[in-house]
């Protein structure tokens, strides 16, 4: 099937609208993760991100967290251990389940959230900038008619 979409475009990969929201998406990651580390968290990564993306700010059963995050048991506990010893999370016993854990940000976990808050508005302020008020106003109504479920 590859070889047939090279030879049916000149060797060249089709362009598509996947294609493009994956490259401006990995351009947002990459700018948000340099300015998060540039702010003073050089714990921040992408797999942590992806992960604190799932963690309200009141905190969370660590097994609702696994369930949401939709990766493994270890692969959670993992990125956990790795966020308690930066000081980013703590977890503590779960009152309505003595074997259950209650996942909670720090004093230091909830700082790095506003900063992540505002890296995320100076982002947008520069695309804005980039786009034009009308375009990014376009773009975002659009990204958000593509994430609405569509009926069957």
């Known amino acids: 099937m590859v070889k047939e979409l090279d030879e049916n475009n000149n060797g060249t990969l089709l362009d598509h609208v996947g294609w493009r929201l994956w490259q401006a998406s990995r351009a947002w990651q990459a700018e948000f993760a340099e300015a998060m580390r540039s702010a003073g968290h050089g714990w921040f ?12 700010r009141r905190g969370i059963r660590q097994v609702a ?5 939709g990766i493994s048991k270890q692969a959670v506990q993992q990125l ?10 703590e977890r503590l ?22 900063d992540g808050d505002r890296i995320k508005l ?14 990014f106003e376009a773009l975002m109504a659009a990204l958000r008619g593509l994430a609405e479920p569509q009926p069957k």
Do not use: M, N
């Open 45 to 56: 990564s992408e797999a942590r991100a992806s992960l604190l993306g799932h963690i309200p």
């Open 65 to 69: 967290l696994i369930e949401r995050a």
């Open 80 to 89: 956990l251990d790795g966020l308690e010893a930066e000081g980013v999370i």
């Open 93 to 114: 016993p779960d009152p309505q389940d003595k074997r259950g854990k209650l996942v909670h940000y720090t004093a230091g976990g909830l700082a790095a959230l506003g």
């Open 122 to 135: 100076e982002i947008e302020r520069g695309y804005r900038e980039r786009l034009g008020q009308g375009p």
